[in-house]
């Protein structure tokens, strides 16, 4: 089992940027693939980044595709999502997730969540 926790959420304006962290107790982040994901108000939660566990290769959702950038970063247990040219769409609860030993998809989801960090673009 893997305790996520993100970190690194603020407010910034248009055109900023902001790293997020999501360190584990537990368990090294090495043996999970992690996932990004961010929810507005009103709004259903959406996957933004992932990392593969087999390979770290990521993926993106498109409207964050060239603008946000996530690695790992194993000597500290943490996976860094780097976000570059924030939007005021951007502004959310961001959370990380995490996955041993395979990589979601086909109906397989993230099985070990954090708490959330807030992300607030200022128009």
């Known amino acids: 089992q893997v305790q996520p926790v993100e970190s690194g959420g603020g407010s910034v304006q248009t055109g900023g940027s902001l790293r997020l962290s999501c360190a584990a107790s537990?368990?090294?982040?090495?043996?999970?693939?992690v996932g990004w994901f961010r929810q507005t108000q009103g709004k259903a939660r959406a996957l933004v980044a992932a990392i593969k566990w087999s390979d770290s290769s990521t993926d993106y959702a498109d409207s964050v595709k060239g603008r946000f950038a996530l690695s790992r970063d194993n000597g500290n247990n943490t996976v860094n999502l780097q976000m570059i040219n924030l939007k005021p769409e951007d502004t959310a609860v961001y959370y990380c997730a995490a996955a041993r030993g395979f990589d979601p998809g086909n109906g397989h989801a993230y099985e070990y969540w954090g708490q959330g960090t807030q992300v607030i673009v200022n128009s």
């Open positions: 537990g368990d090294s982040l090495s043996n999970y693939a």
